[in-house]
């Protein structure tokens, strides 16, 4: 009984065990900016001419990664992060100087990942597209309710290797989504949102190196000297 067993559980092991060079991790800190490129409805200083307009001020972000590279060129990642900064207030009309109130995003993600071949680069570029929870917090949220869109993600990315498993990440990101606020006396006009986030940061590779960082390792010799590669070993 036992024997007739051993093989389904060989092959059980073989499908949920990853073999090196199956799959990599990668987890990262980082810092960067977010930056709000359209501002929305908000009923700080009303007028008669209609409701105020509120925007992010661009701030300092700081959050953290875990990448899953399940096949040379596929892979799906995670992020959280966290933005401090202000949301600037200006009536319709008169325009006087801005109302600054105290202000805080969070955006989390999940996306899938398409990692170009390397080519004569020495640095992987992958592309990601996915989705976006962005939660807006602070004194200048609390009288709203939808404060926290959801909405889409569009990024690209590198890295830099350093030493084996250690690297600068780098990326860049769109956010899209909706922003419709709601206080006690009803729901204000909604505004679609672009914002633009980026970082740096240093990434730990847990795991065997893929295929893409092998060949980024080798120096392949133009067609007419022999042909020869040298992968470093």
């Known amino acids: 009984m036992l024997r007739?067993?051993?093989p389904?559980?060989?092959?059980l092991a073989t499908l949920l065990i990853p073999t090196p060079g199956q799959a990599q991790v990668e987890l990262a800190g980082f810092a960067g900016f977010l930056a709000q490129t359209t501002d929305f409805a908000v009923s700080v200083l009303p007028s008669q001419f209609g409701p105020s307009r509120g925007k992010q001020r661009t701030g300092l972000s700081y959050g953290g990664l875990a990448r899953v590279w399940l096949e040379p060129h596929f892979g799906i990642e995670g992020s959280v992060s966290r933005t401090s900064s202000n949301m600037a207030v200006t009536p319709r009309f008169p325009t006087p100087q801005p109302t600054t109130i105290p202000a805080h995003?969070?955006?989390g993600t999940v996306a899938a990942l398409i990692r170009f071949p390397v080519g004569e680069l020495n640095n992987?570029?992958?592309?990601?597209?996915?989705?976006?929870w962005v939660g807006h917090g602070g004194p200048a949220y609390s009288p709203y309710s939808?404060?926290?869109?959801?909405?889409?993600?569009?990024?690209?990315?590198?890295?830099?290797h350093l030493v084996p498993h250690l690297g600068i990440d780098l990326g860049f990101r769109t956010l899209l989504y909706?922003?419709?606020?709601?206080?006690?006396?009803g729901?204000?006009?909604?505004?679609?949102?672009?914002?633009?986030?980026?970082?740096?940061?240093l990434v730990v590779q847990l795991g065997s190196r893929g295929?893409?960082?092998?060949?980024?390792?080798?120096?392949?010799?133009?067609?007419?000297?022999?042909?020869?590669?040298?992968c470093g070993h």
Do not use: K, Y
């Open 187 to 201: 729901t204000l006009p909604g505004h679609f949102q672009v914002d633009f986030h980026g970082w740096v940061g």
């Open 105 to 107: 995003i969070t955006v």
């Open 178 to 185: 909706d922003m419709t606020l709601r206080d006690s006396a």
């Open 4 to 6: 007739s067993r051993t």
């Open 8 to 11: 389904c559980l060989t092959v």
């Open 124 to 132: 992987p570029v992958w592309a990601s597209v996915g989705a976006a």
């Open 211 to 230: 295929p893409d960082d092998e060949l980024s390792n080798c120096h392949i010799e133009p067609p007419g000297r022999g042909a020869s590669r040298d």
């Open 146 to 160: 939808g404060t926290s869109p959801l909405g889409g993600s569009l990024g690209v990315g590198t890295e830099f």
